[in-house]
């Protein structure tokens, strides 16, 4: 079986995933990386555990400097050698080998061979991250007999396998520290004394800061001496935060978009949505399609006629987002502007609304739904308050639903108890991540699943077509196919490409690019002299 | 003085089913609230049903309610809070690592506020609508009734940002050895401004309340009598009025006491201070039942004991309820 050499391959998964109209690269200046200081960094609440799989946002920025993972990624989620120093896949798309790097080691003085991989994707991620199942299930063995080299069959070709290889779907674990046990429960999960990244713990002032420095063991020097993650739980407090320079940068996580008009105009801050060129999500409000009257398609396009996209996008986004056009941003490679969605036409959706047997009552009102939304995210508060204006316009009795973070997911994902609810779905690296949230096979009741209970067999065949293929081009065509299908059956509304935008201040440079916000390898990075 | 130990042994029965009655309501009221830690635990991704009812089990939700609930009050009854279901530590643990940060910025501010209240509740009095009783008791409700984030934001903007003096948030820089003196002035720096902001809201409700019953005590007939009998103005007014005075200020106190551990939530927020109101509205968040069940234990308990306290210590200042109590 012939093997590519990674450069080979480098350029194949470009051209089978990832393609971009304009080049958008790393963050950093093209000045030479210095060596030495510390990052302050403004996250918006502490680790709960060092757990390395862990879904907490907040634990992942962290653990990501902790432990390693075969790849990193830049901007073009183009892979970059990591504990992998070296990678080959088979013509056929389904061996995937990687060579590690020579004299890896654990904290504690034990080598990181294959047997952490291996034990890591057969013991670890399938059962302890959440996506590790889906993501991963396509393994059919790990042969780890060379403890430099891991080798991974898979069941069929499957063109995103590489993509998955970071820090945040497949941290490699040691197994002689997590063999056997439930790594919430393992000491180690607390207190992080055996890792193996580029980075290790030095303090933790509970509720205050946890501290990281460079680990001089490490199979990948970083250009920091240290790295420090402040909890700051206020958006306002983080901001101030930035602007004084009591940290130097605010991942995605700790920025809303209020914070990005605040900021603005200040040259000691750069605002950017860095690694969002290839990840950004979509605002989507979904249907419950389980009742009526949203069983009934008309109904849904109807509503999509209702809905002014462009102005929702504006006014939640500080003129920062556009209107979306179907469940993909349009930044993804699987986007073309050929796609056709719903023009703002309240006449229009009044006209649709009569056909479809919902014409105006005496009290001037068609049907009563309510509009779940989070008060705490102000994306989903705001954008739901325009459409609940945007609904009564054409004669929809709309009212918010306002829940908090609990009760909102048992109510659009477990109970189904809704009638329109609203989430951000990640889609833009690979198109095949709309798999969970628009295949039959995705409707049930869990997180971040098919909640709308949307399901056309043309969808799933394409979807399926779509992962199989490994030609870039042939899979574009595929999923603007499978796109228009989606919108014209209109399970949700698309108001808003949604990024995730960073801030940092001016002397920072080589922010990790990938999509992941932040939650990758900070071991590129490094800070000016000042 | 026999009516003493009796009063004691009263009021510290009556605490013990107070005390369960707490329990019971606490665990009652968070179980009813909808939401499943499960459905918040699992984050984004994708979760099979199975790994969801798995976990579950582990955390004994499965359990019918009063199950739970007889295991938890067996367990508190041995010390024992539970194992938070976010951290993975032993509730008493989490929260003892939170109370040094709570009660250094909660004691500060009481003792600032308890002082300055006083003070200037009794000069307010002293000349009741004149310039300094105008001025004290507008700057006591501007301090009382201005919402703390607020004025803590205003208080940022002035003294962080524009002028540089105070840092932005945060107990304590990174870096420094803990117990070095160059610690300990870090923390100084970083308590100035949430200890002053709080300040300023607690002293004005005690110079208030201060300024009230002062009043009432000055127009006192035993005031009257001890001016009548010769004695100077202060010594009037410190060993006759104040201590009349001061009663109702001991409640209200001493209710302080029993809140000062739940943290002072806001505070805390705006100035990213690590302590008890923080962890809590995260574990709201969060819906970790064993944490916030452990917080508002140790809350409802304070208040309670607080209340003892403060029966005894009213024992201590008025002679009056030693005698028929």
Same mark, same amino acid.
């Given at each position: 079986?012939?093997?590519?050499?990674?450069?080979?391959?480098?350029?194949?998964?470009?051209?089978?995933?990832?393609?971009?109209?304009?080049?958008?690269?790393?963050?950093?200046?093209?000045?030479?990386?210095?060596?030495?200081?510390?990052?302050?960094?403004?996250?918006?609440?502490?680790?709960?555990?060092?757990?390395?799989?862990?879904?907490?946002?907040?634990?992942?920025?962290?653990?990501?400097?902790?432990?390693?993972?075969?790849?990193?990624?830049?901007?073009?989620?183009?892979?970059?050698?990591?504990?992998?120093?070296?990678?080959?896949?088979?013509?056929?798309?389904?061996?995937?080998?990687?060579?590690?790097?020579?004299?890896?080691?654990?904290?504690?003085?034990?080598?990181?061979?294959?047997?952490?991989?291996?034990?890591?994707?057969?013991?670890?991620?399938?059962?302890?991250?959440?996506?590790?199942?889906?993501?991963?299930?396509?393994?059919?063995?790990?042969?780890?007999?060379?403890?430099?080299?891991?080798?991974?069959?898979?069941?069929?070709?499957?063109?995103?396998?590489?993509?998955?290889?970071?820090?945040?779907?497949?941290?490699?674990?040691?197994?002689?520290?997590?063999?056997?046990?439930?790594?919430?429960?393992?000491?180690?999960?607390?207190?992080?004394?055996?890792?193996?990244?580029?980075?290790?713990?030095?303090?933790?002032?509970?509720?205050?800061?946890?501290?990281?420095?460079?680990?001089?063991?490490?199979?990948?020097?970083?250009?920091?001496?240290?790295?420090?993650?402040?909890?700051?739980?206020?958006?306002?407090?983080?901001?101030?935060?930035?602007?004084?320079?009591?940290?130097?940068?605010?991942?995605?996580?700790?920025?809303?978009?209020?914070?990005?008009?605040?900021?603005?105009?200040?040259?000691?801050?750069?605002?950017?949505?860095?690694?969002?060129?290839?990840?950004?999500?979509?605002?989507?409000?979904?249907?419950?399609?389980?009742?009526?009257?949203?069983?009934?398609?008309?109904?849904?396009?109807?509503?999509?006629?209702?809905?002014?996209?462009?102005?929702?996008?504006?006014?939640?986004?500080?003129?920062?987002?556009?209107?979306?056009?179907?469940?993909?941003?349009?930044?993804?490679?699987?986007?073309?502007?050929?796609?056709?969605?719903?023009?703002?036409?309240?006449?229009?959706?009044?006209?649709?609304?009569?056909?479809?047997?919902?014409?105006?009552?005496?009290?001037?009102?068609?049907?009563?739904?309510?509009?779940?939304?989070?008060?705490?995210?102000?994306?989903?508060?705001?954008?739901?308050?325009?459409?609940?204006?945007?609904?009564?316009?054409?004669?929809?009795?709309?009212?918010?639903?306002?829940?908090?973070?609990?009760?909102?997911?048992?109510?659009?994902?477990?109970?189904?108890?809704?009638?329109?609810?609203?989430?951000?779905?990640?889609?833009?690296?690979?198109?095949?991540?709309?798999?969970?949230?628009?295949?039959?096979?995705?409707?049930?009741?869990?997180?971040?699943?098919?909640?709308?209970?949307?399901?056309?067999?043309?969808?799933?065949?394409?979807?399926?077509?779509?992962?199989?293929?490994?030609?870039?081009?042939?899979?574009?065509?595929?999923?603007?196919?499978?796109?228009?299908?989606?919108?014209?059956?209109?399970?949700?509304?698309?108001?808003?490409?949604?990024?995730?935008?960073?801030?940092?201040?001016?002397?920072?440079?080589?922010?990790?690019?990938?999509?992941?916000?932040?939650?990758?390898?900070?071991?590129?990075?490094?800070?000016?002299?000042? | 003085?026999?009516?003493?130990?009796?009063?004691?042994?009263?009021?510290?029965?009556?605490?013990?089913?107070?005390?369960?009655?707490?329990?019971?309501?606490?665990?009652?009221?968070?179980?009813?609230?909808?939401?499943?830690?499960?459905?918040?635990?699992?984050?984004?991704?994708?979760?099979?049903?199975?790994?969801?009812?798995?976990?579950?089990?582990?955390?004994?939700?499965?359990?019918?309610?009063?199950?739970?609930?007889?295991?938890?009050?067996?367990?508190?009854?041995?010390?024992?809070?539970?194992?938070?279901?976010?951290?993975?530590?032993?509730?008493?643990?989490?929260?003892?690592?939170?109370?040094?940060?709570?009660?250094?910025?909660?004691?500060?501010?009481?003792?600032?506020?308890?002082?300055?209240?006083?003070?200037?509740?009794?000069?307010?009095?002293?000349?009741?609508?004149?310039?300094?009783?105008?001025?004290?008791?507008?700057?006591?409700?501007?301090?009382?009734?201005?919402?703390?984030?607020?004025?803590?934001?205003?208080?940022?903007?002035?003294?962080?940002?524009?002028?540089?003096?105070?840092?932005?948030?945060?107990?304590?820089?990174?870096?420094?050895?803990?117990?070095?003196?160059?610690?300990?002035?870090?923390?100084?720096?970083?308590?100035?401004?949430?200890?002053?902001?709080?300040?300023?809201?607690?002293?004005?409700?005690?110079?208030?309340?201060?300024?009230?019953?002062?009043?009432?005590?000055?127009?006192?007939?035993?005031?009257?009598?001890?001016?009548?009998?010769?004695?100077?103005?202060?010594?009037?007014?410190?060993?006759?009025?104040?201590?009349?005075?001061?009663?109702?200020?001991? @409640?209200?106190?001493?209710?302080?006491?029993?809140?000062?551990?739940?943290?002072?939530?806001?505070?805390?927020?705006?100035?990213?201070?690590?302590?008890?109101?923080?962890?809590?509205?995260?574990?709201?968040?969060?819906?970790?039942?064993?944490?916030?069940?452990?917080?508002?234990?140790? @809350?409802?308990?304070?208040?309670?004991?607080?209340?003892?306290? @403060?029966?005894?210590?009213?024992?201590?200042?008025?002679?009056?309820?030693?005698?028929?109590?």
């Amino acid at each position: 079986m012939a093997l590519l050499e990674h450069r080979g391959l480098r350029a194949a998964l470009l051209a089978t995933t990832i393609l971009f109209g304009g080049a958008v690269g790393f963050a950093h200046a093209a000045d030479e990386p210095v060596k030495g200081g510390e990052l302050k960094v403004g996250i918006f609440a502490e680790p709960t555990t060092l757990m390395p799989l862990s879904q907490d946002i907040n634990v992942q920025i962290v653990v990501a400097q902790l432990y390693p993972s075969l790849l990193k990624f830049d901007g073009k989620i183009e892979p970059h050698p990591y504990l992998a120093k070296a990678w080959r896949v088979s013509e056929d798309g389904k061996t995937y080998e990687f060579d590690l790097v020579e004299g890896a080691k654990w904290s504690d003085g034990k080598p990181i061979t294959s047997a952490d991989v291996k034990f890591s994707f057969e013991q670890m991620i399938p059962q302890y991250q959440p996506a590790g199942k889906a993501n991963f299930g396509v393994i059919e063995s790990i042969d780890a007999s060379n403890p430099a080299t891991v080798v991974f069959k898979l069941k069929r070709a499957y063109a995103p396998f590489l993509s998955l290889m970071n820090s945040l779907y497949a941290p490699i674990v040691p197994q002689h520290v997590y063999a056997g046990t439930d790594p919430m429960k393992n000491e180690n999960s607390l207190s992080g004394a055996i890792t193996g990244g580029p980075f290790k713990i030095k303090e933790w002032i509970k509720g205050d800061h946890l501290t990281l420095e460079r680990n001089p063991d490490a199979f990948a020097s970083p250009n920091l001496d240290a790295v420090t993650f402040r909890f700051i739980s206020d958006a306002s407090a983080r901001m101030l935060a930035l602007k004084t320079g009591a940290v130097d940068y605010l991942p995605p996580s700790a920025m809303p978009y209020s914070s990005l008009a605040m900021l603005e105009g200040d040259s000691n801050i750069k605002l950017e949505p860095i690694g969002d060129e290839a990840a950004a999500k979509v605002l989507t409000i979904g249907f419950n399609m389980r009742k009526a009257p949203f069983d009934n398609a008309k109904v849904r396009q109807a509503i999509s006629h209702a809905i002014n996209n462009d102005f929702v996008a504006a006014a939640v986004s500080f003129k920062h987002e556009t209107a979306a056009v179907g469940p993909l941003n349009s930044n993804s490679w699987g986007w073309d502007s050929s796609l056709k969605g719903y023009k703002f036409d309240p006449d229009l959706a009044g006209r649709m609304l009569d056909e479809a047997g919902y014409p105006k009552k005496a009290d001037g009102f068609r049907f009563a739904m309510t509009v779940n939304t989070r008060p705490s995210v102000a994306v989903f508060q705001k954008a739901n308050e325009i459409v609940v204006q945007n609904l009564r316009a054409v004669g929809i009795d709309a009212s918010l639903r306002p829940l908090e973070s609990a009760p909102y997911t048992a109510s659009t994902y477990i109970d189904a108890d809704f009638d329109v609810s609203s989430t951000a779905w990640i889609s833009a690296f690979d198109p095949n991540n709309l798999v969970p949230l628009y295949a039959c096979e995705s409707i049930r009741p869990a997180p971040y699943s098919n909640f709308m209970a949307y399901c056309n067999k043309e969808v799933d065949e394409l979807f399926a077509k779509g992962a199989a293929e490994q030609d870039q081009a042939k899979r574009k065509a595929i999923y603007v196919e499978l796109q228009q299908k989606i919108i014209d059956d209109a399970p949700a509304i698309w108001p808003m490409n949604w990024s995730d935008w960073s801030a940092y201040r001016v002397y920072v440079h080589g922010l990790p690019a990938g999509p992941w916000d932040g939650r990758d390898s900070f071991s590129d990075l490094w800070v000016e002299a000042k | 003085m026999s009516a003493v130990p009796r009063i004691v042994g009263t009021r510290l029965l009556q605490a013990v089913p107070l005390v369960v009655a707490t329990i019971v309501v606490n665990f009652a009221i968070i179980h009813l609230a909808p939401g499943d830690p499960v459905t918040m635990m699992v984050g984004e991704g994708a979760v099979s049903a199975d790994q969801m009812d798995t976990l579950r089990k582990s955390l004994g939700l499965d359990q019918p309610l009063y199950v739970q609930f007889f295991s938890y009050l067996k367990s508190v009854l041995q010390g024992d809070l539970g194992i938070s279901y976010v951290y993975h530590q032993p509730v008493t643990e989490i929260i003892a690592s939170r109370i040094p940060a709570t009660l250094l910025l909660m004691g500060t501010t009481y003792v600032i506020s308890t002082i300055l209240g006083i003070v200037f509740g009794i000069v307010a009095a002293l000349r009741p609508s004149s310039a300094q009783d105008r001025i004290l008791m507008t700057v006591a409700i501007l301090g009382y009734s201005v919402p703390t984030f607020w004025l803590g934001f205003l208080a940022l903007m002035v003294f962080a940002v524009e002028l540089g003096w105070a840092p932005i948030s945060g107990m304590v820089d990174s870096g420094l050895a803990a117990g070095s003196w160059e610690y300990w002035l870090s923390v100084l720096r970083h308590l100035a401004l949430p200890a002053a902001v709080l300040s300023l809201f607690y002293t004005g409700l005690i110079a208030r309340l201060m300024r009230t019953s002062m009043l009432n005590s000055l127009r006192g007939d035993f005031i009257v009598t001890a001016r009548a009998m010769g004695l100077s103005r202060w010594r009037v007014i410190l060993r006759h009025a104040v201590p009349n005075a001061i009663t109702p200020i001991v @409640t209200v106190l001493g209710l302080q006491v029993g809140l000062m551990l739940s943290g002072a939530v806001l505070t805390e927020t705006v100035f990213g201070w690590p302590g008890l109101g923080v962890l809590t509205v995260q574990a709201v968040a969060q819906r970790d039942y064993p944490l916030l069940l452990g917080m508002f234990l140790l @809350t409802s308990v304070m208040v309670i004991i607080a209340n003892v306290v @403060t029966d005894l210590v009213y024992l201590a200042i008025n002679p009056r309820l030693r005698g028929n109590g």
